[in-house]
Nanobody
Framework: QVQLVESGGGLVQAGGSLRLSCAGY????????MGWYRQAPGKQRDLVAR???????NYADSVKGRFTISRDNAKNTVYLQMNSLKPEDTAVYYC????????WGQGTQVTVSS
């Protein structure tokens, strides 16, 4: 079983930046996909960005050019650098791991004030 521990959320003004981190613990397989999803109140959980263990990435259209996902395989950690934040980016952000099985982090709140 894989445990994911997130950090880095918080409150920021519009136009600001935040960096989220997610560390994986337990039995992680070498080939996997890690990513970030977000869920705003009353809305479904949507993909923000994901990255394979080989470094391939894909992003939601709404964050392209503003967010960057990266990972350190040696540390089993994935990062999400969020720049030019907008109020509509406000949500709980969840880390996700997929390699046959799927695991989720507990979520970290990101609030962007206007």
């Amino acid at each position: 079983q894989v445990q994911l521990v997130e950090s880095g959320g918080g409150l920021v003004q519009a136009g600001g930046s935040l960096r989220l981190s997610c560390a994986g613990y337990g039995r992680l397989f070498r080939f996997n996909v890690m990513g970030w999803y977000r869920q705003a109140p009353g809305k479904q959980r949507d993909l923000v960005a994901r990255i394979t263990s080989g470094g391939s990435t894909n992003y939601a259209d709404s964050v392209k050019g503003r967010f960057t996902i990266s990972r350190d395989n040696a540390k089993n950690t994935v990062y999400l650098q969020m720049n030019s934040l907008k109020p509509e980016d406000t949500a709980v952000y969840y880390c996700n791991y997929v390699s046959g099985e799927e695991s989720w982090g507990q979520g970290t709140q990101v609030t962007v004030s206007s």
